[in-house]
């Protein structure tokens, strides 16, 4: 009886450790698994977000938009003043421009104006009769300083170009305190130095 009872007792505790090994086994494997941190599995999309540790350098993004103007800015030269070509001449001057050269003519003519109506005759104008420049100038002068008033007026216009040339006539009615009159003038004008000018007169 008493070799049963100690045989029964040998196997209990021959299990007892057992048991309480397996158990500890098991709470080493518990304790490994625990101790380790696994990042959660999150849905697409998601940021994860881990604690940075003192250590651990920080990487800063680099604004690479704000550096590129800054590297334009460097690399280009310095800034240059653009060129302001003037406009360019006209090769010939317009019927608008001629009409409103004759109108000019005609109001100096009329307002007694002597330096802006000489002013409308070419360098190379060919006075009529056979007068010289300088006679002609003289002869104008002391025509129109001489009257107390003048009035002069332009009817039925015509105009023919000819590149740069125009060869305008139109009735004439000039009157001032003494004669009135009523002529047809014929004149050639010529695009010159940005304007037009008068280089053949002639009344018929």
Excluded: C
Excluded at 28 to 35: F, I, P, V
Excluded at 81 to 99: D, I, M, V, Y
């Amino acid at each position: 009886m008493k070799s049963e009872t100690l045989k029964k007792r040998h196997f209990f505790w021959i299990l007892l450790v057992l048991a309480l090994m397996h158990l500890s086994q098991l709470m080493a494997k518990n304790d490994a698994q625990s101790g380790g941190w696994t990042p959660p599995i999150e849905p697409p999309g998601s940021v994860i977000v881990t604690p940075l540790s003192e250590s651990s350098p920080v990487q800063r993004p680099v604004n690479r938009t704000a550096e590129s103007p800054k590297r334009l800015a460097t690399a280009a030269p310095a800034t240059t003043t653009a060129h302001q070509l003037p406009p360019p001449t006209q090769a010939s001057g317009s019927e608008a421009a001629l009409r409103q050269a004759i109108d000019q003519w005609s109001q100096a003519w009329g307002g007694q104006a002597i330096p802006q109506y000489l002013g409308m005759y070419a360098s190379d104008f060919e006075p009529p009769k056979g007068l010289s420049r300088p006679a002609w100038v003289k002869q104008r002068t002391q025509r129109i300083a001489s009257k107390k008033s003048i009035r002069h007026d332009i009817q039925n216009l015509t105009i023919q170009f000819n590149a740069s040339q125009a060869t305008v006539r139109f009735t004439q009615i000039y009157q001032d305190e003494r004669v009135r009159s009523i002529d047809r003038k014929t004149m050639h004008w010529v695009w010159r130095s940005g304007q037009w000018q008068i280089t053949r007169e002639a009344t018929d």
